[in-house]
């Protein structure tokens, strides 16, 4: 979106609730980031002054959607939670947190973003530094280490998923409790719609205290959108767990 041509205009729309165009980068990965770019000047070259809504993880370093402030702004009238709601998105996601907060009574929110799903296809891929997956070995190791340092006591550890079954089973087998939006929603609204436990999920990884974020674009926003985390960590290419800065960090491309 940036300082491509019309791309002002488009995002001056984002908050209408109008029909939009939809446009998937992952469907060519072999053309890497740059054809990426391609993709989106093309399109508002064909379709100027339209409104484009890109499925796919953030695909640049997000210190470049700081420094374009027409972006920014965009941002934050539309996701950010900073900002009154104005959209149905921040509606949503202010009220379960609110009701999070009643719940939580003060404790230390750790939350990870474990994301399997398509990403277990990839294990064997030529892109499998793209799309990896937390070593949840590893990360509740280290999660532990930096608890006990810190001397946090009786943290809450919220798992988002889309695995649950297999996180539950993990966490139960290391003796770790651990709460889901299956624990946080009635019955009825887990298993009524699939959007209410991602909402779920992200008003929770936008709360947390501390975030372990999976190499996925749900824990980018909601890393970006939260606004009373001190520690965010994230794993590279070789399974280290590190420490980054949600609004200065580069996307963990590994292109060979």
Known sequence: MFNLPNHHLALRRLSQEEQIETMSLGENRSMGPAGDLRLIETFFAENPGDTLAINGWFQYDTSFFKNDQVYYQAFNDTLSLESPPKTRFQQSVNSLREQLVRLLKGNYLTAIHVRRGDYLKYENHKHKNVFYQLDLNNTAKKLNNFLQINRIKNP????????????????????????????????????????????????????????????????????????????????TFEKELVFYDPWNTPILYNWD
């Not at 929603?185 to 909402?199: I, S």
């Open 156 to 235: 809450i550890l919220y798992i988002a998923s889309d695995d649950l079954e297999y996180c539950s089973e993990f966490f139960s087998n290391k003796g770790i409790e651990i709460v889901t939006s299956r624990d946080l929603l009635e019955k009825e609204e887990f298993e009524g719609d699939p959007m209410n436990a991602l909402l779920c999920d992200i008003a929770v990884l936008s709360a947390a205290n501390c975030f372990v974020s999976s190499n996925s674009s749900l824990s980018i926003l909601s890393s970006l959108i939260n606004t009373g985390g001190r520690v965010f960590l994230r794993q």
